[in-house]
């Protein structure tokens, strides 16, 4: 069964429940990108009132197609299933209301008799903000500072890890610059947004971080960083704030 005769199903039974108001996906399926390995991103709209006693009702719409081998309750945005069935599909079904479902990604509406959804396209994104972008900027120098301090005690494996930081950041600022519109997707779009030369670059960079090489990797990562200094500077209201921090530990990493 395909995951779009799995999510028929869900909704099949969620639409039964008066509590649920909406339904609507979020995530590679609501922007028709998925393939049979992606998750499903399914969110109940309920009225504020109504979610304590919705959230008990959860797990029974679930198995209305098929049992489940693991899951977990979480709260990251709002009250979160994390749910893998026995044919190791994977589920995030997210309780949301009016007032805490994000206006970030497109969404796919469902069910929604009362047109509760019908503003939300004007406003969903899936660009950075400036301050995602400026603490992107802070973050990338500041782990590979963090790198630095690791490699001085020979503490490869972490230094790995904190390069993979950095790494992660760099990609953000990328993204922000050269595909704007689907920034927030991060690691997931590189391939998809960025050019050739940079994806061969951001591989490079990762098939050096290892406990081996992780110097190339630093030294490859501040390369992109000189590459692209001249507009992040130029993009930043307060680039002083950072710029002498930024200085110092690129020259370091290149001595």
């Not at 998925?34 to 198995?63: A, G, T, W």
């Not at 903000?129 to 005690?153: C, E, G, N, T």
Request: charged fraction near 25%; charge should be negative; aromatic fraction near 10%.
């Amino acid at each position: 069964m395909n995951l779009e005769q799995i999510v028929e199903i869900l909704v099949s039974s969620f639409k039964k429940n008066t509590l649920v108001k909406a339904i609507c996906l979020k995530g590679s399926m609501a922007r028709n990108e998925h393939d049979i390995y992606s998750d499903i991103d399914l969110y109940c709209l309920v009225n504020e009132e109504d979610l304590e006693k919705f959230l008990p009702q959860r797990i029974q719409h679930l198995k209305e197609y098929k049992d489940l081998i693991f899951l977990d309750n979480i709260f990251i945005i709002a009250p979160q299933i994390l749910a893998v069935y026995e044919d190791f599909t994977h589920i995030d079904l997210y309780t949301v209301t009016q007032q805490t479902l994000n206006k970030n990604d497109e969404i796919r509406i469902l069910y929604d008799p009362k047109g509760l959804l019908k503003d939300y396209h004007e406003h969903s994104s899936l660009s950075l903000s400036y301050d995602q972008f400026v603490d992107a900027v802070d973050d990338v120098i500041w782990f590979l500072y963090q790198y630095m301090q690791s490699s001085k005690r020979r503490n490869d494996i972490w230094c790995c890890h904190l390069l993979h930081l950095s790494f992660t950041y760099l990609v953000s600022i990328l993204l922000y610059r050269y595909c704007p519109k689907r920034a927030l997707l991060g690691l997931k779009t590189v391939e998809k947004c960025l050019s050739k030369e940079i994806v061969d670059e951001l591989n490079l960079i990762l098939n050096k971080n290892t406990v081996d090489t992780h110097k190339e990797a630093a030294i490859l990562i501040s390369e992109v960083l000189k590459q692209e200094k001249e507009w992040i500077f130029s993009e930043l209201e307060k680039p002083e704030k950072i710029s002498l921090f930024w200085s110092e530990v690129i020259k370091y990493l290149n001595e």
